[in-house]
């Protein structure tokens, strides 16, 4: 248990690790502490459980924050107390992800378990990277989590991934912020746009309104805004999957989103930023809004070291064109054994007990995800800070369910490119999407 | 392999020959290798590790731009398929591909002569100055040449960042009338110079050439040590100029130095690769090198190692050309 916690901060930073380590290899030498080999048993492991002396590595993705920590370190904790064994968490940025799995897959140091975003597993099983749990969700409490919130995960009649908690987008503002500028939320798309505007007037010109997100996860805002006028990335016709990002409802999304930079509200000198880079801007008090989920709350207090507490922070949900709700990336992050795991039965015992209603429901609600057990999602849309999410999950789209959609959506950078061409007058945005269609085509056919 | 065999065949004849020494009684060399196998053996350890580690690599890398190797494959689950020129195909028919090589291309043109010019000006300037005043610039040159790569790109990614940017910070400093005159304009604030492939490139050919100067400054200052004095006291006494002394004396005397220069700067410039990732080329892929269209395709999900080795064998036989190309018209000069 401490080890574990003393693990998860060494992937922080090196400096702090070194100090830590140096904690942690003190602590066996205690004597009252039975020599047991290593020190990876620190907890002390009583004898006769199921797996005692058993190692197991645990990959959580995103930035260590005190609530995560904490969620985690009890997850792991309780599962020494069951299992005996102990479980090494190692933490990897979103960012790093995919590049981080790829080098796990193709023999390198990798997990046993591993958080993993839902969007990825069809790229991961199509690797065969991921261990198929469909014994996992098709008993005991998982057997109550919703079929439908598995789409991405089942291939072929088998799930690869049990999901975790779920995630809808939503607009983070600073509550302070809208006092001192007598502005209201902002119920259409004109209103956010005058809202930012009034914030980059009063907070100077460096400030961006509502940050543009053209980076590694652009698709979450982009897609938002092109969803909600009923526009699509690609749909399956047959065999083979049709692009529609030229039709005129993607279309006015896409305008929606680049206007976000050619109207000045948030900066031409910027256009690469990805959530995270936008989160460390908004932290120091350089972005108005932008589009996130409450989980980035834990790392805004710790990035503007403790000036905007949470108080400070509220959402909204993404205002449409002419009112109401947009639709939401329908994000979540789902629990799965890694292919290449060393012990395969600890590693699907470990998922089991990660994804019972009580842990389960633990980590979305301390970890600011939506629960994926039902009736605790029924009870938390009554909570009027989780309402904008609760709403946005009602309307979330999923990105089209194929293994090369990572290509497009991150590698190739498809629509950021289109974006940043039209952005920099370099095409018109109907050629910048005809060529977009064209690459999506290509790549997401590709056998 | 041959080498390996002779090595053999002369440690054998080491040991038998305490055996038959004694009735054929040679001198005491015969014990050892033959004369004309000595530099063989001796570059055999040398030949080892360049065939480990750079032959057998490249073997490879052009045996698996004929195949399609993903992870599976990687990590051995499943073989990998030939698809003949597929992957080749595929790359030529990419976008990707032709900015990439065309920025390639570019970057090396611009930067290899501008850091051979502006490197042999500081190398003569170094020669020039006094003891304490080329100590003070060897020095500064000294902590340009350490900086990694890496680092080169964080520095000027600061330097010409939009908002906090030295660059635009400068450029505002100008009075008004002569920014107007020179660029049209008069307000930099927020100038976004690592969007665009063009401005990337600009900013990246700064920081290759700035980091390249230190070692041809160096390299030709020691060719320099190395011409008698006699010459220029000669060239002196005769009336010619800096100018004139630099083309008929130095450069043709720096000539070998000069060869060696050009070719290490070609083949680092073809390949660079820490700085763009820093400097933003990883984001916009029209910023893209051939290196970098490489790793992407290769290593960037999900991995499709066979295209990228594609890539990487295209650039490999771009290199060897410049550089044979190169090499034979220096030859060639040197015949007339």
Not at chain 1, 254 to 266: A, D, R
Request: charged share 20%; net charge neutral.
């Amino acid at each position: 248990m401490r080890i574990s916690k003393i693990t998860a901060t060494t992937v922080t930073t090196a400096a702090l690790a070194l100090g830590l380590a140096a904690c942690g290899g003190s602590e066996p030498a205690k004597p009252s502490e039975a020599p047991q080999a290593g020190g990876s048993s620190a907890a002390a492991t009583p004898a006769g459980k199921q797996f005692a002396g058993k190692e197991l590595t645990l990959w959580r993705l995103g930035d260590v924050n005190p609530a995560a920590k904490k969620y985690t370190d009890a997850l792991t904790a309780a599962y020494t107390e069951q299992s005996g064994a102990t479980v090494k968490v190692e933490w990897i940025p979103w960012p790093q992800v995919n590049d981080k799995f790829t080098a796990a897959a193709a023999g390198g140091a990798g997990p046993d378990v591993t958080e993993i975003g839902n969007d990825q597993v069809p790229l991961w099983q199509s690797q065969e990277a991921l261990e198929p749990v469909t014994d996992i969700v098709s008993a005991g409490d998982q057997a109550q989590i919703p079929k439908n919130l598995m789409g991405l995960e089942t291939i072929d009649g088998e799930t690869y991934a049990v999901p975790w908690g779920g995630g809808s987008r939503a607009v983070l503002y600073r509550t302070d912020w809208f006092k001192e500028l007598n502005l209201e939320v902002p119920k259409t798309w004109d209103e956010l746009l005058a809202a930012a505007k009034k914030i980059q007037e009063a907070k100077g010109k460096d400030v961006d309104g509502f940050a543009f997100n053209g980076g590694s996860d652009a698709n979450h805002l982009l897609g938002a805004l092109a969803w909600t006028g009923g526009g699509e990335y690609a749909v399956k016709e047959g065999d083979n999957w049709v692009s529609k990002v030229t039709e005129p409802a993607f279309k006015a999304g896409f305008e929606q989103y680049t206007n976000l930079v050619t109207s000045g509200i948030s900066s031409k000198s910027r256009l690469n930023q990805n959530t995270t880079d936008i989160r460390t801007r908004f932290a120091n008090s350089k972005v108005g809004m932008y589009l996130t989920a409450s989980w980035d709350i834990p790392g805004i207090e710790q990035d503007s070291k403790g000036k905007i507490k949470k108080d400070k922070l509220a959402f909204f949900p993404l205002p449409a064109k002419d009112g109401g709700e947009a639709a939401s990336f329908f994000g979540g992050n789902d629990i799965a054994v890694w292919g290449n795991a060393k012990d395969k039965d600890l590693a699907k015992d470990f998922v089991k007990f990660a994804t019972t209603k009580e842990w389960a429901d633990r980590y979305a609600l301390e970890g600011g995800l939506l629960p994926v057990y039902s009736d605790t999602l029924a009870k938390l849309a009554e909570d009027p800070d989780q309402a904008p999410f609760a709403k946005a999950f009602a309307k979330a789209k999923a990105f089209p369910a194929d293994p090369n959609w990572t290509e497009a959506n991150e590698t190739k950078a498809v629509m950021q490119n289109a974006a940043r061409q039209v952005i920099e007058g370099k095409a018109t945005v109907d050629e910048a999407l005809a060529a977009a269609k064209k690459e999506i085509e290509t790549i997401l056919n590709q056998s | 392999m041959t080498d390996t065999s002779t090595l053999a065949r002369g440690g054998g004849r080491h040991s038998s020959s305490p055996g038959r020494g004694s009735n054929r009684r040679r001198p005491a060399r015969a014990k050892g290798l033959p004369n004309w196998a000595v530099p063989y053996v001796l570059l055999i350890p040398g030949l080892l590790v360049i065939i480990g580690l750079l032959v057998y690599p490249l073997i490879q890398m052009a045996i698996m731009s004929f195949q399609k190797v993903g992870v599976a494959q990687v990590a051995g689950k499943k073989p990998a398929t030939w698809v003949g020129v597929d992957n080749y195909t595929s790359i030529f028919e990419s976008e990707i591909f032709w900015t990439a090589l065309r920025n390639t291309v570019v970057f090396a043109a611009i930067a290899v002569p501008l850091t051979l010019i502006l490197g042999t000006a500081v190398g003569v300037l170094l020669q020039k100055l006094g003891r304490k005043m080329s100590l003070v610039l060897i020095v500064g040159l000294m902590f340009a040449w350490a900086v990694p790569p890496v680092a080169q790109g964080a520095i000027w990614r600061w330097l010409a960042d939009g908002e906090r940017g030295i660059i635009n910070w400068a450029l505002n400093l100008l009075p008004d009338w002569l920014s107007n005159l020179l660029f049209g304009r008069s307000d930099w604030t927020g100038e976004p110079w690592l969007n665009d492939a063009w401005s990337i490139y600009m900013i990246l050919i700064l920081c290759v050439v700035w980091a390249g100067i230190p070692f041809v400054a160096v390299s030709v200052l020691a060719g320099l040590k190395g011409i008698p004095s006699e010459l220029y006291e000669a060239a002196r006494v005769d009336g010619s100029g800096a100018w004139r002394t630099f083309w008929k004396i130095t450069f043709p005397l720096l000539k070998p130095v000069f060869a060696v220069l050009t070719v290490l700067s070609i083949i680092w410039d073809f390949k660079v690769f820490g700085q763009l990732v820093v400097l933003g080329g990883q984001t916009n892929r029209e910023a893209f090198n051939l290196s970098m269209y490489a790793v992407a395709e290769a290593f960037k999900a999900p991995p499709k190692m066979g295209s990228g080795a594609a890539i990487a064998v295209v650039l490999t036989i771009l290199l060897l050309i410049v550089t044979a190309a190169y090499i034979r018209q220096l030859f060639k000069q040197e015949e007339l």
